[in-house]
């Protein structure tokens, strides 16, 4: 038996100097699939790219929101190290109540606020990026400044292993595989990074004097809900 399986295209801002006319009614032809829920990702990566790129990156990524919009399709944006010129193209283009998802979150909390209070139907993907060093991520979570019922379980597949997948290998391998590391992240993987949003989630509330606390099944079950309403699926 198939199972039906719903996807997103778009470009992403690497390949933004390759994006043309065809491609882009391509896209739009594609988006008529019933099971394409959502344009992207795209948006701007500065990180990367020279920065010669970067006025291709920012007339591609508007296009694309613009064409999203007019076909009521929900975004998901890629943004790295732009925050200043991905806040201003969203500030100018993203209508205040469309649906879009900042996939992966890296950027600082500041802008992850902004976008939280400027649109009330976005939501910020979380990855196993809170298992490496950025303070500034995990201290979103344990802040509540990100709540879960604004936040995404995902994977940057193949990136982003969340890190307390090893020491579960010590104790459910055999000393062989024990010795193997996993190359790439998948699906499979989200539990551990809920596992560690629940363990964020904990310690702010316990700092806090609040005698609340979360599981990996809540985190589990709140950001499942907040996927089919942003994507408009069942999960």
């Known amino acids: 038996m198939l199972t039906a399986l719903s996807f997103a295209i778009g470009a992403h801002p690497h ?42 990156q920012r007339d591609v990524f508007t296009r694309q929101i613009l064409a999203a919009v007019s076909l009521n399709k929900p975004i998901v944006i890629h943004t790295r190290e732009a925050d200043h010129d991905t806040k201003e193209i969203l500030e100018k283009h993203m209508p205040r109540d469309h649906a879009f998802h900042v996939h992966c979150f890296t950027s600082s909390t500041e802008f992850g606020k902004w ?97 609340r606390r979360t599981n990996v099944e809540e985190v589990l079950d709140v950001t499942r809900k907040n996927a089919e309403k942003v994507y408009g699926i069942s999960i």
């Open 15 to 56: 390949t933004a100097p390759l994006y043309s006319d065809q491609t882009h009614e391509k896209f739009i032809e594609i988006m008529s699939d019933p099971r394409c829920v959502a344009w992207g990702e795209c948006g701007l990566d500065y990180f990367k790219n020279p920065p010669g790129t970067f006025r291709t």
């Open 115 to 211: 976008v939280l209070e400027t649109f009330p139907n976005s939501y910020i993907g979380i990855t196993g990026v809170v298992s490496y060093n950025l303070p500034h991520v995990t201290e979103f979570i344990k802040s509540g400044g990100l709540p879960l019922e604004r936040m995404l379980m995902e994977t940057d597949s193949p990136f982003m292993i969340p890190k307390n997948i090893y020491p579960w290998m010590k104790t459910t391998r055999s000393s062989a595989d024990r010795r193997k590391r996993f190359e790439i992240s998948h699906s499979g993987m989200i539990p551990f990074t809920a596992e560690l949003v629940a363990g964020l989630i904990n310690e702010g509330r316990e700092a806090a004097g609040d005698p």
